[in-house]
C-alpha cells in the first residue's frame, strides 16, 4: 500500500510524455496558423525545442524504469503482440518523427508544403502513442485498471496539461493565441477528471479478491486527490484568471501554472500506480 510513487520513472514517462503531445497539437496548431507570418513560425519553432527536451526526459525515465539502458531495446522485440512493445514503438515514432520535423524546420530545411504534412502526421502519431500507452494497462488480471476509466484518464492529462505548455511556449514566441478556447477545454477536462475520480471511487468499493480490497490498497486515496485537485485548479488559475480580466497571461505565471497542473497529474498518476493488484485465487467486483 502507499502513494504508487515507488513507480516514479513510469509516472514521469506517462504524465510528460501526455503533456508533450498536448502541447505538440497545439502549437503545432498555431505554427500552422501563422502560416502568412514567416517570423512568427519561426519564433514558434524555435521555442517548441522545448517539448523535445520534455520528452526526452520522460524516455530517460523510462529508460530507468527497465533497470538498464540495455533492456531499452528488448522493449522492441515482439512489436505488433506486446502492448509494452507498441508502446514504446510508438513514443519512438512520435519522437523521431516530431523531432526531425522540428530539427529541420529550425535549420530552414523543410519545404512548405512538406512541412506542414510532416507535422500533421506527427500530431497523429502523438494521439496513437497515447492510445498505446493505455493498452499497456489494459490487463484482465489487474481489474483496478482494466476498464475506462486508464484510457479516460491518460487523454484527460493530454487536454489538462498540454494547452497550457503551449499557451507557454506561444507566448515566449510572442505569438496572439486563442487562450480562451484552449482554456475552456482544460477547465472541461478538469472537470471530466473529477466526474472519473468520483466514479472510480464507487468502483472501488465493489472490486476485490480473497485476500484484498481494492479500496483499501491507498489508505490516503481521498486525501492525495484533494491535494491533486487544489494544484490542478491553481494551476488551471494562473492561465484563466488573467483571461478573465482581458489581461494578456504573463509567461511567469503560465510557468508556474505548468508546474502546478503537472504536480497535480503527477500525484494522479502515482494513485494509479498504487491502485495495481492481481486477480489472486479469486476476483469479485
Excluded at 141 to 156: D, E, I, K, R
Amino acid at each position: 500500500m502507499g502513494s504508487g510513487w515507488h513507480e516514479w520513472p513510469l509516472v514521469l514517462f506517462t504524465v510528460l510524455g501526455q503533456c508533450v503531445v498536448g502541447a505538440t497539437i497545439i502549437t503545432g496548431m498555431g505554427w500552422l496558423a501563422a502560416r502568412n507570418e514567416i517570423a512568427d513560425q519561426r519564433r514558434i519553432v524555435l521555442n517548441m525545442f522545448f517539448l523535445w527536451v520534455i520528452m526526452g526526459i520522460a524516455f530517460f525515465a523510462s529508460v530507468l524504469h527497465l533497470g538498464s539502458p540495455l533492456r531499452a531495446f528488448n522493449s522492441l522485440n515482439r512489436i505488433g503482440a506486446s502492448a509494452l512493445s507498441n508502446e514504446i514503438a510508438s513514443g519512438s515514432v512520435f519522437f523521431a518523427v516530431g523531432g526531425f520535423w522540428w530539427l529541420l524546420t529550425a535549420i530552414g530545411k523543410m519545404p512548405a508544403a512538406l512541412g506542414r504534412l510532416w507535422l500533421a502526421i506527427s500530431m497523429v502519431l502523438g494521439l496513437l502513442f497515447v492510445w498505446a500507452m493505455t493498452r499497456v494497462y489494459q490487463i484482465d488480471t489487474v481489474p483496478t485498471w482494466y476498464n475506462g476509466y486508464t484510457t479516460a484518464s491518460f487523454f484527460l492529462t493530454v487536454v489538462l496539461t498540454g494547452p497550457l505548455f503551449a499557451a507557454l511556449l506561444l507566448k515566449l514566441a510572442k505569438v496572439p493565441f486563442n487562450g480562451k478556447f484552449f482554456a475552456s477545454l482544460s477547465v472541461l477536462a478538469l472537470l471530466a477528471s473529477l466526474a472519473v475520480v468520483v466514479m472510480q471511487t464507487t468502483e472501488l468499493g465493489f472490486i476485490h479478491s480473497s485476500v484484498q480490497q481494492a479500496n483499501a490498497l491507498l489508505p490516503d486515496w481521498g486525501s492525495l486527490q484533494v491535494w491533486r485537485f487544489v494544484l490542478l485548479t491553481a494551476g488551471l488559475g494562473c492561465w484563466i484568471c488573467p483571461l478573465l480580466r482581458r489581461v494578456p497571461p504573463r509567461a511567469f505565471g503560465l510557468a508556474i501554472g505548468l508546474l502546478l497542473v503537472l504536480a497535480g497529474e503527477l500525484i494522479g498518476r502515482g494513485l494509479f500506480y498504487g491502485l495495481h493488484m492481481t486477480v489472486g485465487m479469486a476476483i469479485a467486483g
